[in-house]
């Protein structure tokens, strides 16, 4: 790898049944879809899948497993009969449900779930030790400088790239072997009110609008000389990805040629990775035994 050069992670959060949608073939045509844009591209996909989507489709998840994807685990405590929103919880109820949904997951895959995504990344401080005591290595579990309290989901301050989480806050970078990618967004450019930011989730904008966002964030990084530069786009396999003239589908495709592009003209070039891939290459190029030393710095500019 180059000092230009950057990892392009691609995942689908997959809740074709959860209960506001209750589509699973459409799920299954979806996540088919994906691996089909994605396989054009030389790339992988990273499935987080709850534990319904699972049992409607186990065939479907093993074969792509089997096929090089990640396939990993995705949360909706209320798919499980809890409340909407993991972050409202303690630590004992907290583990139960991840608990549960990971044995259903091991139940259909054969194996435990080293990935994981919260769903609408609701989390608090008792979520990292709860994550790294179920054996979970790594996941897009933030969403950086998103304010939804209404979702207990407030990350304003969170670090923009992948990092270690903290034992004691979820906002800092930590020394847990639990490796947080998050998906790349532009803090600067909100929606929602402000509360939250324009990442790379597909279906949120077009194309021209993610280019903007994937530009800003390969300048970023080259600024920052960040040891692991990467590019992550995300979606949900609740849209006509198998069809070749969704409006979605396309954006993708776009996406995936933009980031080429701008990666290119900086002289470097992409490499598709899963994010377990990724994970382990940021395990690689930053001990986890450098985290540790990690200082929290005060700007005292301005008191003299």
Known sequence: MSKQDFYLVVGADCEATQHAIRDPALGERAVRGLAQITAKENLKMTYFVIPTDLEASPAVYRELAAAGHEVSLHLHPADLGYEEFLGI??????????????????????????GLCIGYASGNDYTYPVVAELGFRHG??????????????????????????NPYNRILPGWLDVVNIPCTLDPE????????????????????????????????????????????????????????????????????RHVRDIVGKKGGQIVGVTQQQLAAIFRKTVPIEQAKNIHLKLDTQGRN
């Open 89 to 114: 919880y303690g630590p004992d109820d907290q583990h139960k449900i991840l608990a549960e949904a990971a044995d259903r997951f091991a139940q259909v895959m054969g194996y435990r779930s080293k």
């Open 189 to 256: 450019s909100r929606l929602w009110g402000g509360k939250h930011p324009q990442d790379l989730r597909v279906e949120l904008v077009d194309a021209k609008n993610h280019w903007y966002t994937t530009a800003k964030a390969v300048d970023r990084q080259l600024t920052e000389n960040t040891a692991v530069k990467y590019i992550s786009a995300c979606t949900h396999n609740i849209f006509h990805y198998d069809d070749p003239n969704n409006f979605r589908r396309q954006t993708l495709e776009k996406m995936i």
């Open 140 to 165: 897009m579990l933030s969403i950086p400088t998103r304010i939804l309290p209404e979702c207990a989901s407030v990350w304003a301050g969170a670090p923009l790239g992948m990092h270690y989480v």
